[in-house]
Nanobody, 126 residues
């Protein structure tokens, strides 16, 4: 099973930017979808954005227009660039693989998460 390690989180002021990285222990080319989730304190884990193998993307409303999700299969990495951060973005951010999902016309059709990373903390101060 592929191991995922997130990095790039930290403390940032509102309006700032962060680029989260997800490094996989083996090839991610086999995964049709790489996903980013967040979990805020006391809340359930929720989807942030996904990127398909061909680069198709889907963003949830909370981050749409402020974030860019991408992947580099040659480096076994996925990324989440977040701009204009808000205090409500404070959460632990997780990278995940979806072995059978698809992204078509900005709609994500999940098949189930295969692997999770350990998460990276993002804290946005006001």
């Amino acid at each position: 099973q592929v191991q995922l390690v997130e990095s790039g989180g930290g403390l940032v002021q509102a309006g700032g930017s962060l680029r989260l990285s997800c490094t996989a222990s083996s090839s991610i080319a086999e995964f049709p979808v790489m996903a980013w989730y967040l979990q805020a304190p006391g809340k359930d884990r929720e989807l942030v954005a996904v990127v398909g193998r061909e680069g198709r993307t889907r963003y949830e409303n909370a981050v749409k227009g402020r974030s860019t999700v991408s992947r580099d299969n040659s480096k076994n990495m996925a990324f989440l660039q977040m701009n204009n951060l808000k205090p409500e973005d404070t959460a632990v951010y997780y990278c995940a693989t979806d072995k059978g999902g698809t992204v078509r016309k900005e709609i994500y059709y999940p098949s189930g998460i295969g692997s999770w990373g350990q998460g990276t903390q993002v804290t946005v101060s006001s």
